[in-house]
């Protein structure tokens, strides 16, 4: 079992920035492949960003690549989410996710909320224009 817990969410202007901060606690943090994952309203959950057991490997999506950027550290069993140049289609609940399934981070599989075991309860970003 893991248990995460989203924070840092808000309100923030077109062309801001954000940073979302997942803790984790249970299991050992670096069993996981790690993933955002964002949900707008009327919409199905999508896919953001995803970063490997090590830490040394990432993908995203294209609407966001180039602009957020993905980071774990492993002293404080945290994963981060950089939000830059946010726009107001970014606006969304966003997810943290942690899979315990053999998934690399490259593979399509790592894009799939169904591959990941464990949810934290999101948090909300909502960019005005």
């Known amino acids: 079992q893991v248990q995460l817990v989203e924070s840092g969410g808000g309100l923030v202007q077109a062309g801001g920035s954000l940073r979302l901060s997942c803790a984790a606690s249970?299991?050992?943090?670096?069993?996981?492949?790690m993933g955002w994952f964002r949900q707008a309203p009327g919409k199905e959950r999508e896919f953001v960003a995803a970063?490997?057991?090590?830490?040394?490997?990432?993908n995203y999506a294209d609407a966001v690549k180039g602009r957020f950027t993905i980071t774990r550290d492993f002293a404080k069993n945290t994963m981060y989410l950089q939000m830059n140049s946010v726009k107001p289609e970014d606006t969304a609940v966003y997810y943290c996710?942690?899979?315990?399934?053999?998934?690399?981070?490259?593979?399509?599989?790592?894009?799939?909320?169904?591959?990941?075991?464990?949810w934290g309860q999101g948090t909300q970003v909502t960019v005005s224009s």
């Open positions: 970063i490997s057991r090590s830490g040394g490997s990432t």
């Open positions: 249970g299991r050992t943090f670096s069993s996981f492949v």
């Open positions: 996710a942690a899979a315990n399934l053999l998934i690399t981070t490259g593979s399509p599989s790592a894009k799939k909320p169904e591959s990941y075991n464990y």
